[in-house]
Nanobody
């Protein structure tokens, strides 16, 4: 069984930075897609970024492109989301997700990820 545990959320001022971490345990062969999603109350879970070693791609939502960076350290079974130039609209609960069999065209779809972390809150004030 795979477990994902996020950390690194918190409060930040607009223009500031935060780095989220997601540690994977269980199956850790590295050939999985790892993604970050975010959600605010009353809205659907929103795609933020994904990296798939199997497909050799990294994608970002337009709203975070140029400000957020997803990275992975396979030696630590950890994925990161570096968030710079934060905006109040980046506020939400951030979730990491992983999947080993997801297809390329589904990498931005939260319904296609089998494993999820518990979420970490990010609050950006203006």
């Amino acid at each position: 069984q795979v477990q994902l545990v996020e950390s690194g959320g918190g409060n930040a001022q607009a223009g500031g930075s935060l780095r989220l971490s997601c540690v994977a345990s269980g199956r850790t062969d590295g050939r999985y897609a790892m993604a970050w999603f975010r959600q605010v109350p009353g809205k659907e879970r929103e795609f933020v970024a994904t990296n798939s070693r199997r497909h050799g791609v990294t994608y970002y939502a337009d709203s975070v492109k140029g400000r957020f960076t997803i990275s992975r350290d396979n030696t630590k079974n950890t994925a990161y989301l570096q968030m710079n130039s934060l905006k109040p609209e980046d506020t939400g609960s951030y979730y990491c997700a992983a999947d080993w069999t997801i297809i390329l065209s589904s990498l931005r779809d939260p319904r296609q990820y089998d494993y999820w972390g518990q979420g970490t809150q990010v609050t950006v004030s203006s």
